[in-house]
């Protein structure tokens, strides 16, 4: 609010001579009449508070844009080819949508079906799932699930394990885990020995890294071309940022 009276004060004095201005030269009771007439202004005229955080929060939103646009690049590799990210849609699609998510998330599993249904309708593009477990032992306990299935069995058996914890809605306790590893068709004592290996934990940490690279502290966030889009968006959403983004 002070910046916003700051703005308001400077607005008001633009009409008089540059000289004619100097707040520091005032005496305290010149200071306390201006102050007075600033809030009668604003009383008067409220929409000018509204003008005023309008175009604050436009500013910020382009600062941040750019800032997320230096930060994809750097970190395009990362993002986009690091070699052990699951991948699925189409391979050689003209978009690549990153989701970093986590099984405990409500609304990563809320976005699950819509993304699902973006990549299968469009039919032209390339989806990389990365593993983000920031919600508690829980999270990371499904993520370390995930990524042992993967490398263990590969990337189909990776979407199976994936679509079957986004549902869970039991504690992914060690019993828990190793049922669904056998109603998955693998061997859940396999599978849970893997969960604590150096692969397991180095994969998760290389994400984790990437995140704070990117500024990444919440799920879903997605990254489309040079953009993030930080929370959930609905399907329709997401068709129009793809379509934005092809131009």
């Known amino acids: 609010m002070k910046r916003i ?13 540059v000289a004619a201005f100097d707040i520091d030269s005032m005496s305290d009771s010149e200071r306390a009449a ?21 175009v604050l929060e436009e500013r910020q939103a382009s600062a941040q844009g750019a ?10 590799d990362a993002i986009f080819e690091d070699g052990y990210s699951w991948v699925g849609g189409n391979p050689d699609g003209d978009i690549t949508l990153v989701e970093f998510v986590d099984y405990r998330c409500g609304y990563c599993r809320k976005a699950h079906d819509e993304v699902a249904k973006l990549v299968e309708s469009d039919g032209n593009i390339r989806l990389i799932v990365k593993e983000f477990p920031i919600l508690g032992e829980a999270s990371l306990a499904s993520s370390r699930f995930a990524v042992a299935v993967k490398q263990l069995h590969g990337s189909d058996a990776y979407k199976l394990a994936h679509d079957a914890l986004i549902s ?6 060690e019993k828990a885990l190793g049922k669904l590893a056998s109603s ?6 396999e599978i849970i020995a ?3 290996s ?7 940490r290389r994400t984790q890294e990437l995140a704070r690279a990117l500024q990444i502290s919440g799920t879903p ?4 071309k040079d953009e993030l889009l930080r929370g959930y968006m609905p399907l329709d959403g997401m068709r129009e940022m793809v379509a934005e983004k092809r131009g």
């Open 5 to 17: 009276l700051a703005t308001t004060a400077l607005a008001l004095t633009m009409a008089a001579p």
């Open 34 to 54: 201006f102050g007075e007439q600033i809030r009668a202004y604003l009383l008067e005229n409220p929409e000018v508070i509204m003008e005023a955080v309008a």
């Open 67 to 76: 800032n997320d646009i230096a930060m994809i690049a750097a970190n395009a």
């Open 168 to 173: 869970m809605r039991k504690e992914p306790s």
């Open 184 to 189: 998955l068709g693998f061997d859940g004592d």
């Open 194 to 196: 893997r969960m604590e």
């Open 198 to 204: 150096d692969e397991v934990t180095d994969e998760l």
């Open 221 to 224: 966030t997605f990254v489309m």
